[in-house]
């Protein structure tokens, strides 16, 4: 039988970011695949030679929107372990909700743009819908609905008020219940059922021996997950990993499902056990009809929409964020970072990993970031022999491939 090249890439329907495949195709079947990656390649790790170490919190933010909160954890947490800064709790805490929040709603586009490769729509704006709500509360907690920059060396720059904290609470309830009715369609559809059960298949040995990371991993059977190491709050929250055995397209669809719930759950909890602040404590809540009193610049103009009402969805105004002290919820940094730091945090796709070196000067001397869509494309390429060329798309997108954070 014949063989044939076929290139899938790197403008496809179903990638939302340039990733090609050479495809060797024998009887409709894939043979070889082998990738072409730099389609976006932009340098930003050679910007920390003219960004200083703290501008370079707002570039690795812009490595990826979709989890820029967690990259700038990442960084954040390396040039604090090499300059031995002690960050307040409450800011650990306040850390992990905006982290999480980042999870769910990167899992939520990732459920959308699956449900889309196989062709069903309406499933596809179900769960967007259920993620601008998600959204909504990154807005009013952060004034920006995607790179929110909450992280500075040191802590965070915003807090959560009470009422603040009761307001996400009640948006969590509402969003848990409608992904909750999406749950029989995603996971028990026959049609969904059928192009992803067996798909794609990754054993627990070749997800080990690849170095598969993240949803990847887990939906082979391995009980990994960088949160285990107690980063931000995770040592005190008692986190246990999500896993699947099948290790095929369905296992992973089913390992972010269940994910995105044990987020809110994660939500919840933090927001329970979050010591009391100084800030939070003597802050200004506003008025009783929650108009805000005392913000000022786009914060203002972000409550005033939601006095408004523009959003169909949300039932209440959130109460306001007031703008924090400087200092209040960060520790004081001196000097400049010294040495070398390795950190990890788990990104909504894996592990993320940055290895950070400081000379003693404002700038840093090497910055260097391992990404989980860079670790887990040799198991893609080990996923993809033996399968069907219609079934290319949906095992591709199972792995949620991000090439932005590959190629930064």
Same mark, same amino acid.
């Given at each position: 039988?014949?063989?044939?090249?076929?290139?899938?890439?790197?403008?496809?329907?179903?990638?939302?970011?340039?990733?090609?495949?050479?495809?060797?195709?024998?009887?409709?079947?894939?043979?070889?695949?082998?990738?072409?990656?730099?389609?976006?390649?932009?340098?930003?790790?050679?910007?920390?030679?003219?960004?200083?170490?703290?501008?370079?919190?707002?570039?690795?933010?812009?490595?990826?929107?979709?989890?820029?909160?967690?990259?700038?954890?990442?960084?954040?947490?390396?040039?604090?372990?090499?300059?031995?800064?002690?960050?307040?709790?409450?800011?650990?805490?306040?850390?992990?909700?905006?982290?999480?929040?980042?999870?769910?709603?990167?899992?939520?586009?990732?459920?959308?743009?699956?449900?889309?490769?196989?062709?069903?729509?309406?499933?596809?704006?179900?769960?967007?819908?259920?993620?601008?709500?998600?959204?909504?509360?990154?807005?009013?907690?952060?004034?920006?609905?995607?790179?929110?920059?909450?992280?500075?060396?040191?802590?965070?720059?915003?807090?959560?008020?009470?009422?603040?904290?009761?307001?996400?609470?009640?948006?969590?309830?509402?969003?848990?219940?409608?992904?909750?009715?999406?749950?029989?369609?995603?996971?028990?559809?026959?049609?969904?059922?059928?192009?992803?059960?067996?798909?794609?298949?990754?054993?627990?040995?070749?997800?080990?021996?690849?170095?598969?990371?993240?949803?990847?991993?887990?939906?082979?059977?391995?009980?990994?997950?960088?949160?285990?190491?107690?980063?931000?709050?995770?040592?005190?929250?008692?986190?246990?990993?999500?896993?699947?055995?099948?290790?095929?397209?369905?296992?992973?669809?089913?390992?972010?499902?269940?994910?995105?719930?044990?987020?809110?759950?994660?939500?919840?909890?933090?927001?329970?056990?979050? =010591? #009391? %602040?100084?800030? *939070? @404590?003597? +802050?200004?809540?506003?008025? &009783?009809?929650?108009?805000? !009193?005392?913000?000022?610049?786009?914060?203002?103009?972000?409550?005033?929409?939601?006095?408004?009402?523009?959003?169909?969805?949300?039932?209440?105004?959130?109460?306001?964020?007031?703008?924090? =002290? #400087? %200092?209040?919820? *960060? @520790?004081? +940094?001196?000097?400049?970072? &010294?040495?070398?730091?390795? !950190?990890?945090?788990?990104?909504?796709?894996?592990?993320?990993?940055?290895?950070?070196?400081?000379?003693?000067?404002?700038?840093?001397?090497?910055?260097?970031?391992?990404?989980?869509?860079?670790?887990?494309?040799?198991?893609?390429?080990?996923?993809?022999?033996?399968?069907?060329?219609?079934?290319?798309?949906?095992?591709?997108?199972?792995?949620?491939?991000?090439?932005?954070?590959?190629?930064?």
């Amino acid at each position: 039988m014949a063989r044939t090249i076929l290139p899938f890439g790197p403008q496809h329907p179903v990638l939302p970011e340039p990733l090609h495949l050479k495809l060797t195709i024998e009887n409709e079947i894939v043979v070889e695949a082998l990738p072409t990656l730099g389609y976006v390649h932009r340098g930003l790790e050679k910007l920390c030679e003219v960004r200083d170490f703290n501008q370079m919190v707002q570039i690795v933010e812009r490595v990826c929107g979709i989890c820029s909160c967690l990259h700038a954890l990442c960084y954040c947490e390396g040039i604090e372990e090499i300059m031995g800064i002690e960050v307040p709790r409450r800011a650990k805490y306040l850390r992990t909700i905006w982290g999480e929040l980042h999870r769910v709603h990167s899992h939520l586009l990732w459920l959308g743009l699956f449900a889309d490769a196989f062709g069903f729509e309406s499933l596809f704006m179900q769960f967007w819908r259920v993620r601008e709500r998600i959204m909504d509360i990154m807005e009013a907690t952060c004034g920006n609905r995607v790179v929110v920059s909450v992280n500075v060396v040191g802590g965070v720059r915003r807090d959560l008020s009470p009422e603040q904290c009761q307001w996400i609470e009640q948006q969590l309830i509402i969003s848990e219940k409608e992904i909750r009715q999406l749950q029989t369609t995603i996971l028990n559809d026959y049609t969904v059922k059928k192009r992803c059960c067996g798909k794609g298949v990754l054993t627990k040995e070749q997800a080990y021996q690849l170095g598969a990371v993240g949803p990847m991993l887990r939906g082979s059977g391995w009980a990994q997950d960088a949160r285990q190491t107690g980063y931000a709050a995770f040592g005190e929250l008692g986190f246990e990993p999500i896993v699947e055995y099948d290790g095929d397209s369905y296992a992973r669809c089913a390992v972010r499902f269940r994910e995105t719930l044990q987020s809110f759950d994660i939500v919840r909890l933090a927001i329970a056990r979050m =010591p #009391a %602040g100084e800030t *939070a @404590a003597t +802050v200004d809540s506003g008025s &009783d009809d929650d108009t805000p !009193t005392t913000i000022t610049g786009n914060r203002g103009n972000i409550i005033q929409s939601y006095n408004r009402d523009k959003h169909h969805h949300i039932t209440a105004a959130p109460p306001p964020n007031l703008d924090i =002290p #400087a %200092g209040a919820l *960060a @520790a004081k +940094v001196k000097g400049k970072p &010294d040495g070398e730091a390795v !950190t990890r945090v788990e990104q909504p796709r894996g592990e993320l990993m940055y290895y950070l070196k400081g000379d003693g000067s404002k700038h840093m001397d090497r910055v260097r970031i391992r990404t989980p869509t860079f670790a887990n494309i040799p198991p893609l390429l080990a996923m993809l022999p033996g399968c069907e060329l219609a079934d290319v798309p949906v095992i591709v997108l199972s792995i949620d491939p991000c090439i932005s954070c590959t190629e930064r």
